[in-house]
């Protein structure tokens, strides 16, 4: 079945510091893939999406590249703010509509 | 953007007893909407797709008898924990999805239940 790794976190970083969350998948077909943060006490909200290979999502900074060839989409950003702290989690879909969740990266950025 | 919420947003219940989680689209309708559940540290896990106006669809392993769910109207669908035992206790979390154009759907989540039974 679908599946989703995501690098466990806690990730804690300094502002203004190069961030790198690392997200794999397996899927049968082509999955559209996804980026949801969810901020302390939030719901998830999306934060990137792209739907086929080499596509970029971008987003308030972010960014994340769709990789057929080694089946990731790694998020990244240049310069993480403290308010950039919160869960991240990496998702796909192939069609069916729900979504195939990894186990979300928890961000710290201290000032 | 589209909002949708969750009441409550957390529960402590006896064992035995039975809870019902509420799921709102404030301001769209969703004929469809999604249902999981998130234990600490895991991924969300797909419970249920539930459609407007019929049964709802259960992921393999869930009980449907256990994890009731209506979805009686475009804004409103419910998911109630029938007689809660220690094991349920978990974030329950549900999406709603903007129906259009297949490659354009989006799904937005509520904020999330926490239920603990006791």
């Known amino acids: 079945g679908d599946s989703v790794t995501q690098m466990e976190g806690p990730v804690t970083l300094s502002e203004e510091a190069f961030l790198t969350i690392n997200c794999t998948y397996t899927?049968?077909?082509?999955?559209?893939l996804f980026w949801y943060v969810q901020y302390p006490g939030e719901g998830l909200q999306l934060l990137l999406k792209?739907?086929?290979?080499?596509d970029k999502g971008s987003n308030k900074g972010f960014e994340a590249t769709y990789r057929k060839e080694t089946t990731s989409f790694h998020l990244e950003k240049g310069s993480v703010q403290v308010s950039d702290s919160a869960v991240y989690f990496c998702?796909?879909?192939?069609?069916?509509?729900?979504?195939?969740f990894g186990s979300g990266t928890r961000l710290q950025v201290q000032p | 953007g589209a909002v949708v919420s969750q009441h409550p947003s957390w529960v402590i219940c006896k064992s035995g007893t039975s809870v019902k989680i509420e799921c709102r689209s404030l301001?769209?309708?969703?004929?469809?909407m999604f249902w999981y559940r998130q234990f600490p540290k895991q991924s969300l896990m797909l419970m249920a797709t539930?459609?407007?106006?019929?049964?709802?669809?259960?992921e393999q392993g869930v009980e449907k008898d256990k994890f009731l769910i209506n979805h009686a109207s475009l804004t409103l669908s419910t998911l109630t924990v029938t007689s809660a035992h220690p094991e349920d206790s978990s974030f329950y979390i549900c999406?709603?999805?903007?129906?259009?154009?297949?490659?354009?759907?989006?799904?937005?989540f509520g904020p999330g239940t926490r239920l603990l039974v006791l």
């Open positions: 999406s709603a999805l903007v129906s259009g154009l297949a490659v354009q759907e989006t799904q937005y």
């Open positions: 899927a049968t077909g082509y999955p559209s």
């Open positions: 792209a739907t086929k290979a080499d």
């Open positions: 998702a796909l879909n192939t069609g069916r509509r729900a979504l195939t």
């Open positions: 301001d769209f309708q969703a004929t469809t």
């Open positions: 539930s459609n407007e106006g019929s049964k709802a669809t259960y």
